[in-house]
């Protein structure tokens, strides 16, 4: 079976910075039909779409453009999401999904807590 794996959350003061991964095992996925997003979801708050990438088109949420980066590995195993200048804000449960043709899987989140 498919399972995504995020890593890299933590606390971090304001200003600073965090880079998340998310690696999947147990199937394959083509790069050109795959669809990576991450999204985050703070406690009393709906789940919002951070960032995408399919091949190489990237689409970001308003609120973290000119901030955070989303890329992938050319396998597409290992999906990553660069946040810089990272805010108070930001501080969500950060979850990452694939997507290709029939299906779409989730990996089980990691923390980012910006606080000074």
């Known amino acids: 079976q498919v399972q995504l794996v995020e890593s890299g959350g933590g606390l971090v003061q304001p200003g600073g910075s965090l880079r998340l991964s998310c690696t999947a095992s147990?199937?394959?996925?083509?790069?050109?039909?795959?669809?990576a997003k991450w999204y985050r979801q703070a406690p009393g708050k709906e789940r919002e779409f951070v960032a995408s990438v399919i091949g190489g088109t990237t689409s970001y949420a308003d609120s973290v453009k000119g901030r955070f980066t989303i890329s992938k590995d050319n396998n597409m195993r290992t999906v990553y999401l660069q946040m810089n200048s990272l805010k108070v804000e930001d501080t969500a449960v950060y979850s990452c999904?694939?997507?290709?043709?029939?299906?779409?899987?989730w990996g089980q989140g990691t923390q980012v807590t910006v606080s000074s």
């Open positions: 147990g199937s394959t996925f083509r790069d050109s039909l795959t669809v």
């Open positions: 999904s694939l997507r290709r043709p029939g299906d779409e899987f």
